[in-house]
């Protein structure tokens, strides 16, 4: 991390990709369940959190 500008484009990024065969293995059953096999990604766990839009 540094306090210099620079392009978007030359930034780092972490890409994280489930596929449907993951997701299959998981068992994971809603979007949230899905997203919270990727790391360093919050996804909602409360039951009320039907939308992963908003909570």
Same mark, same amino acid.
């Given at each position: 991390?540094?306090?210099?500008?620079?392009?978007?484009?030359?930034?780092?990024?972490?890409?994280?990709?489930?596929?449907?065969s #993951?997701?299959?293995? %998981?068992? &994971?059953?809603?979007?949230?369940?899905?997203?919270?096999?990727?790391?360093?990604?919050?996804?909602?766990? #409360?039951?009320a959190? %039907?939308? &992963?839009?908003?909570?």
């Amino acid at each position: 991390m540094s306090r210099q500008e620079e392009k978007l484009a030359h930034a780092a990024a972490s890409i994280t990709t489930i596929s449907a065969s #993951d997701i299959r293995r %998981s068992g &994971a059953r809603t979007l949230p369940e899905t997203l919270r096999m990727a790391p360093n990604l919050a996804a909602p766990r #409360d039951a009320a959190c %039907s939308s &992963a839009t908003s909570c």
